[in-house]
């Protein structure tokens, strides 16, 4: 099981971007996937979760209204459009998906959200 974030990088607040995450290694449409992210010295923290067949989808509040979760299962692939970003976004942002007993998670990608 492989899981590749992508898209991260530098924005000035209300700015926009969409993160990628790619998978491979397993039966993709079959699990549902989660983004998460993690600031130093914090906890990782849920930002939005989708369900396999992408037909549900549950955000962190603080990020309700700006965020959507996506995914697109012939391509192995979940996003993240994230809208009017937040100084308090800046984060190294995860994608993580259960397989049986197992939690895996990708590499991470930094957003930073700054003027």
Do not use: H
Request: aromatic share 10%; proline share 3%.
């Amino acid at each position: 099981v492989q899981l590749v974030e992508s898209g991260g990088g530098l924005v000035q607040p209300g700015g926009s971007l969409r993160l990628s995450c790619t998978a491979s290694g397993f039966t993709f449409s079959g699990y549902a996937v989660s983004w998460y992210r993690q600031t130093p010295g914090k906890e990782r923290e849920l930002v939005a979760a989708i369900t396999s067949g992408g037909g549900s989808t549950n955000y962190a509040d603080s990020v309700k209204g700006r965020f959507t979760m996506s995914r697109d299962n012939a391509n192995n692939m979940v996003y993240l459009q994230m809208n009017s970003l937040k100084p308090a976004d800046t984060a190294v942002y995860y994608c993580k998906t259960n397989v049986g007993a197992l939690r895996y998670w990708g590499q991470g990608t930094q957003v930073t959200v700054s003027s």
